[in-house]
């Protein structure tokens, strides 16, 4: 008889806690575009392994009015038109595999940069009639309507980047525009991103925790869960990631976390904040070479 009467209470405790941890599933984010060995974008939204696909980048804007151009490095040549074959992909992992698409601005060249509100204005047309919902007859990457502008903002300082992220936000009563932005850890990545995020307007931050020995993981991770607590409880955010390199070469300057030191003890801390939204990774093709992302998901 008391047998019977723990089963019942017994299921509703592990129903609760499945609940609990089903609340705070993330999903990982990958960057695509840099390596002409990383295969297809249709291949990686297929993969099955990520729910958001950052294309990058569009790394040439605003000095001396130059026109904005993507670099996708082996992929396809911008310059002759040639991505526009792209468009199929991109419609392919939203529609088929339900992943948003977006474009990355920026980058770490020296080729790009805002210097008034105007010119953060005229890059917010652009952007619309180009890539996302507005129209134009040179599209780069085709007709296809992606999901929204990722600023990955890594050289310069912090030039009329919140401009540009108000005037793209003038286009969601036409179409849903998501904003989403990389900065380095160290918080509010003050030197580029800080004004831009102080706008409260962006869905996704996936904070940069590599190439910076001050917020990374250097054999313990006691200094990057001080940051990541800085990030989720500090700033008007949808939802916070966890930026890593996908393998101990993908970034330069260190931050790579073995994966079963990110499931044991880095997940299970992170996971409690409720902006918690996943794990971003740089990039596909080292993903592809370490298998990184295969190892995580189950516990992302």
């Given at each position: 008889?008391?047998r ?8 509703f405790y592990?129903?609760?806690i499945i609940l609990i941890?089903g ?9 695509w575009?840099?390596n002409?060995n990383?295969?297809?974008?249709a291949?990686?939204c297929?993969?099955?392994?990520y729910?958001i696909?950052n294309i ?5 804007f605003?000095i001396?009015g130059q ?7 082996g992929?396809?040549?911008a ?6 074959g792209?468009s199929s ?9 339900g ?5 990355s ?5 020296e080729t790009?940069t805002?210097?008034s509100?105007a010119d953060?204005?005229?890059?917010a047309n652009y952007?619309?009639?180009n ?9 780069p ?5 992606l999901d929204?502008?990722?600023f990955a903002?890594?050289?310069g300082t912090?030039?009329?980047w919140d401009?540009l992220a108000?005037?793209?936000?003038e286009f ?7 904003l989403?932005a990389?900065?380095?850890c160290?918080?509010?990545?003050e030197?580029r991103?800080?004004?831009?995020l102080?706008t409260?307007l962006?869905d996704?931050v996936w904070?940069q925790?590599y190439?910076?020995?001050q ?7 006691d200094k ?6 800085l990030w ?6 949808g939802?916070?990631?966890?930026g890593?390199p ?5 970034a330069y300057?260190?931050?790579y976390?073995?994966p079963s ?5 880095v997940l ?5 904040s409720?902006k918690?939204g996943?794990?971003?990774?740089w990039?596909?093709?080292?993903d592809?070479?370490?298998?990184y992302s295969?190892i995580i998901?189950?516990y992302?």
């Open positions: 008889m008391a019977q009467l723990q089963t019942p209470l017994a299921l592990l129903l609760l941890n609340s705070q599933a993330g999903v990982i984010t990958v960057y575009g840099q002409g990383e295969g297809t974008l291949d990686t297929a993969s099955g392994y729910g696909v990058a980048f569009l790394s040439t605003g001396n026109d904005p151009m993507i670099n996708l490095a992929h396809c040549d310059t002759a038109n040639g991505c526009t792209l992909d991109i419609e392919a992992c939203q529609k088929k595999w992943i948003k698409v977006m474009l601005i920026g980058g770490g060249t790009y805002l210097s509100a953060a204005r005229k890059l952007l619309w009639n890539f996302l919902g507005g129209v134009s007859y040179s599209r990457l085709g007709a296809a309507i929204g502008i990722d903002i890594d050289t912090n030039q009329h401009e108000k005037a793209l936000a969601r009563p036409q179409k849903n525009v998501f989403t990389a900065p380095q160290p918080f509010t990545d030197n991103l800080a004004a831009a102080n409260g962006f996704y904070i925790f190439n910076n020995a917020c990374e993981y250097l054999g313990s991770a990057l869960k001080s940051d990541w607590n989720a409880t500090r700033i008007s955010a939802k916070i990631f966890l890593l996908a393998a101990p070469d993908a300057s260190g931050g976390i073995p030191v990110l499931i044991s003890e299970p801390y992170i996971k409690i409720p918690y996943g794990v971003m990774l990039d596909r093709y080292h592809i070479l370490n298998n295969a998901k189950p992302v």
